[in-house]
């Protein structure tokens, strides 16, 4: 919009009409009275004097791009390239920046076969160069028995080219559920020991027909085979282990006890306390369970 300078202030460059300010036209904050008798408030000349932004137009370069390019939206952003030299200065400062942005931070994924590529790519990732690079701390107390296993995860992880963190995510959730299986593990050697009467007397459904008659059959036999536990010291392995209040263990092992002179504790100080009897023991005792004693009675 072109401002006509003296046609707004046109009161300070017309003659006196009348002299004195008698003779001026009326003019004043509200109104200002034009020579063709149209009278403006001072509202409108403000909205007159406010400049309007030019919309922008395509460029004239647009004229060489496709149709449907030259009338997309997303090609409107163009616009205030107005000329083809800002268009390519634009594309070459892009370019030099994201240049800048490949530095040593930056993850280029190698070509196949780049082996050397591949291995700066890990790092970058935080792959350790080795599988020792993953310590394991969580896995601590399983290293000290079962070292092979900590290291075929270490190799797992390495394999799969997990991070440090990731890798020792990984030692965490094994140490995790190593706990878990180790409190279930406990809770149900406790519920076979608590049980192991009732289990072995079930083994005697078909043989007794009464409850008496199975339960004695099965206290004598726990009784036999928890002195032969203390007799051959391995009353601390069985029990730890899931073989404790096993029926069938137990039963076994009884019936190897009393054919090779085995004897039944006394129900005074509770079954399976390795007390003996006064009662004169089983005569039957062969050769290799005497030897086995003499030499100490332990595996």
């Given at each position: 919009m072109r401002f006509d300078f003296r046609r707004r202030f046109r009161?300070?460059?017309?003659?006196?009409?009348?002299?004195?300010?008698?003779?001026?036209?009326?003019?004043?904050?509200?109104?200002?009275?034009?020579k063709?008798?149209?009278?403006?408030t001072s509202a409108e000349v403000v909205d007159e004097d406010k400049s309007e932004e030019p919309e922008l137009q395509a460029p004239g370069y647009f004229?060489?791009?496709?149709?449907?390019?030259?009338?997309?939206?997303?090609?409107?952003?163009?616009?205030?390239?107005q000329r083809l030299d800002d268009v390519t200065d634009a594309l070459l400062a892009a370019d030099k920046r994201l240049a800048e942005l490949?530095?040593?931070?930056?993850?280029?994924?190698?070509?196949?076969?780049?082996k050397e590529g591949a291995a700066a790519f890990a790092r970058k990732?935080?792959?350790?160069?080795e599988p020792s690079g993953y310590k394991m701390d969580a896995l601590a107390?399983?290293?000290?028995?079962?070292?092979e296993l900590v290291e075929a995860i270490r190799k797992g992880c390495r394999r799969m080219l997990l991070t440090t963190r990731q890798g020792e995510a990984i030692g965490e959730m094994i140490a995790s559920v190593n706990k878990a299986n180790a409190i279930h593990r406990q809770l149900e050697i406790?519920?076979?020991?608590?049980?192991?009467?009732?289990?072995?007397?079930?083994?005697?459904?078909?043989?007794?027909?009464?409850?008496?008659?199975?339960?004695?059959?099965?206290?004598?036999?726990?009784?036999?085979?928890?002195?032969?536990?203390?007799?051959?010291?391995?009353?601390?392995?069985?029990?730890?282990?899931?073989?404790a209040g096993n029926p069938k263990m137990i039963k076994a092992i009884s019936a190897y006890a009393k054919k090779h002179g085995g004897v039944v504790t006394s129900k005074?100080?509770?079954?399976?306390?390795?007390?003996?009897?006064?009662?004169?023991?089983?005569?039957?005792?062969?050769?290799?369970?005497?030897?086995?004693?003499?030499?100490?009675?332990?595996?």
């Open positions: 009161i300070f460059f017309e003659e006196d009409s009348g002299g004195g300010t008698g003779g001026t036209e009326n003019i004043s904050a509200d109104n200002i009275e034009t063709t008798g149209r009278t403006e004229s060489q791009l496709p149709g449907d390019k030259a009338k997309s939206e997303a090609y409107k952003a163009l616009y205030k390239y490949q530095s040593d931070r930056a993850l280029i994924v190698p070509e196949k076969g780049d990732l935080g792959v350790p160069d107390e399983v290293n000290k028995t079962q070292p406790r519920n076979n020991l608590q049980h192991q009467s009732e289990r072995v007397a079930a083994l005697y459904k078909d043989t007794f027909s009464s409850d008496i008659d199975r339960n004695n059959a099965a206290a004598e036999d726990i009784s036999r085979y928890e002195s032969f536990l203390k007799e051959t010291g391995l009353e601390e392995l069985f029990n730890s282990s899931l073989l005074g100080t509770g079954l399976g306390s390795g007390h003996k009897t006064d009662s004169k023991p089983v005569l039957n005792e062969s050769e290799d369970w005497k030897r086995f004693k003499a030499e100490g009675g332990r595996l």
